[in-house]
């Protein structure tokens, strides 16, 4: 049984080998650290100044990879155990309602989006608010029925679908990986993720709409490539239910630690300086892409991750603060309240980029409370 005070990277077995019918401790510093993620997403997506600072500081990667790849190591930490205990037919429907769920919570803000937002667009012509609904203005029929189908996902509502389909797959994986071994998970999300490099998007949605007919642009379907991101999706499955074991030793190496925060610096470097626009653009744009999640963005996860793990320790005494924590706990319905207010935010205010300092202090502030009220019920709701 993992304790608060044991690396979560370490062994991994002692999060699939507990005793049954024993719940697993909850990690404060887990959530906290998603938390934190909904926070670095916030002020990355608040029409405000601050998301050119918040935007990737920390080399090649975003807060989207952290929240996916957390999300699905604790679904693999929680759903692994539940595998062993009640079987894959409890496994499969309490994923499934969670899907169910969170396509509820993806409805509710598409209809938000394609009404409230809409009308706005429609008669203040701001561009950011167009941009965002530009195939449904044009579409609208078309577009309520391909986003009901999880296949139009504007900008800001395209994570969501993203997890909703990695979660209806998930008892598969589980299964496959925990009963059969995870290299006949791991080796095809790699394959998968290897085409998605080379264009396996593409081909997939020109032989789809060859097949049936049905074409929506390709650039309404989503930024993020699902066949590019499933694989951090089923990395994080198999390292949260102990399948890949990472010997404690290495975990809490300092040579291994020095190194990773070197590579990092370098990344945080090149991120930050005139180098930049030379590597995400052109021929260097595989290996940096965020859409398709390419290779140096991993390499630049894994050492993120790395160092965490190797601060685990103190982390788990310094990061797990009670907002952070309480953010984390209902980190789902926090997202989905981030995406009404970052509406708000943009039909009040467009793009903000004549915005004084004083109002976008007090817009983030402003949203930053919200989302902490919203989290706090939904806490307490569940507590209850």
């Not at 991994?12 to 926070?39: C, N």
């Not at 949605?205 to 499933?230: E, V």
């Not at 190194?259 to 930049?276: K, N, P, Y």
Request: glycine share 8%.
């Amino acid at each position: 049984m993992a304790q608060a005070q044991t690396p979560v990277f370490t062994s991994g077995s002692q999060h699939t080998q507990a005793i049954p019918g024993e719940r697993l401790k909850r990690l404060p510093e887990l959530d906290a650290l998603r938390g934190l993620m909904l926070v670095w997403m916030t002020l990355t997506h608040l029409p405000t100044h601050a998301s050119y600072y918040s935007n990737q500081p920390l080399g090649f990667v975003s807060s989207a990879e952290g929240f996916i790849f957390l999300s699905a190591f604790l679904t693999g930490r929680i759903f692994g155990q539940k595998l062993e205990e009640s079987g894959p037919k409890e496994v499969t429907r309490r994923l499934w309602g969670r899907a169910g769920k969170l396509y509820a919570y993806h409805l509710f803000l598409l209809g938000i989006a394609f009404t409230a937002l809409a009308t706005v667009a429609v008669h203040t012509k701001q561009p950011s608010l167009q941009g965002l609904l530009d195939f449904y203005l044009a579409h609208p029929i078309r577009a309520v029925i391909s986003s009901v189908l999880l296949i139009y996902r504007p900008p800001l509502l395209d994570i969501l679908p993203m997890y909703i389909l990695f979660l209806l797959c998930t008892p598969l994986a589980l299964f496959v990986g925990c009963r059969r071994g995870w290299k006949f998970v791991l080796i095809p999300s790699f394959c998968i993720w290897l085409g998605a490099q080379f264009g396996l998007r593409i081909a997939a949605y020109n032989f789809t709409g060859h097949l049936t007919g049905f074409r929506i642009p390709l650039s309404a379907m989503g930024a993020f490539d699902l066949f590019g991101w499933q694989m951090l999706w089923a990395l994080g499955l198999a390292i949260g239910s102990g399948a890949i074991k990472i010997p404690e030793r290495l975990v809490q190496s300092r040579t291994l630690a020095l190194l990773a925060a070197m590579v990092t610096i370098l990344f945080i470097g090149v991120r930050h300086s005139f180098l930049w626009d030379n590597l995400n653009t052109g021929a260097w744009i595989p290996f940096t892409d965020k859409w398709r999640l390419g290779c140096l963005r991993l390499v630049n996860f894994a050492t993120l991750g790395g160092l965490f793990g190797f601060a685990q320790p103190w982390a788990a005494k310094w990061i797990a603060i009670p907002p952070l924590v309480t953010l984390g706990k209902a980190s789902l319905e926090v997202f989905c309240a981030h995406l009404l207010i970052c509406f708000e935010a943009l039909a009040l205010v467009g793009d903000g980029a004549a915005l004084p300092v004083a109002p976008q202090l007090a817009l983030i502030a402003s949203a930053l409370l919200a989302l902490y009220i919203v989290a706090r019920a939904f806490t307490r709701q569940k507590a209850g």
